[in-house]
């Protein structure tokens, strides 16, 4: 600190002060009143703003309640009753019938069934004749017989003709050619040329095929 001077009218003066040692600090004296507050000044410019801070984590998802119970059914409604049927149109007028299309031809008449005129009886070994291109053979014994059929030189059947066989009895037939070298007899039988009635009651057909050919078809062995 410079050195201090105080002025002396009687010398007209600055003189030096004396300035002795520093008393001690007196007591601090008490707070005076509160000023009045000043008017408040004009509000600064808005700051930036911060940078946002990081996401925090997800918390845990909470547990899932129970599914409540289910309401009841309401009552069904009653079924509304069915409308009146609607009246039926007028039938409509029927469109003229079409002109009957041409008749086919007639087909071929078929071969007519055959018609014994009578049954030939016989009890032993026989040989065909004319007559029994219309009549059924019998044949009725207890022993072994058969019926032959002689050459187309002997005995004309037209060819077509079917000779008709039946054993009526226990004993076997056989149906064989007269002269096998000449009349040629075919069937299924055991043996071709000379098949036998299979049984009691069985029948066969003789049929001419040719001038001196047969065959033989029915129950035979």
Do not use: C, E, H
Request: proline share 2%.
């Amino acid at each position: 600190m410079g050195q201090l001077y105080y002025y002396d009218s009687g010398s007209s003066s600055w003189l030096p002060t004396q300035v002795g040692a520093q008393g001690p600090q007196g007591t601090q004296g008490a707070q005076g009143s509160q000023g009045f507050q000043g008017q408040t000044g004009s509000q600064g410019s808005t700051g930036s703003q911060g940078a946002q801070g990081s996401q925090g984590s997800q918390g845990y998802q909470g547990t899932q309640g129970s599914q409540g119970s289910q309401g009841y059914q309401g009552t069904q409604g009653f079924q509304g009753t069915q409308g009146n049927q609607g009246y039926q149109g007028t039938a409509g007028t029927n469109g003229a019938q079409g002109s009957q299309g041409y008749q086919g031809s007639a087909g071929a008449q078929g071969q007519s069934g055959f018609l014994f005129s009578s049954i030939n009886a016989q009890v032993a070994s026989y040989t065909v004749v004319i007559g029994d291109a219309t009549t059924l053979v019998s044949m009725s014994s207890t022993s072994a017989t058969q019926i032959s059929i002689p050459t187309n030189a002997n005995v004309a059947f037209t060819v077509g003709t079917q000779l008709n066989f039946i054993n009526i009895n226990t004993g076997s037939v056989t149906i064989a050619a007269v002269t096998p070298g000449t009349t040629t007899v075919v069937s299924t039988g055991l043996t071709a040329a000379s098949p036998k009635l299979r049984t009691q009651y069985s029948q066969a057909t003789a049929i001419k095929v040719a001038t001196d050919s047969w065959y033989v078809v029915g129950d035979i062995i």
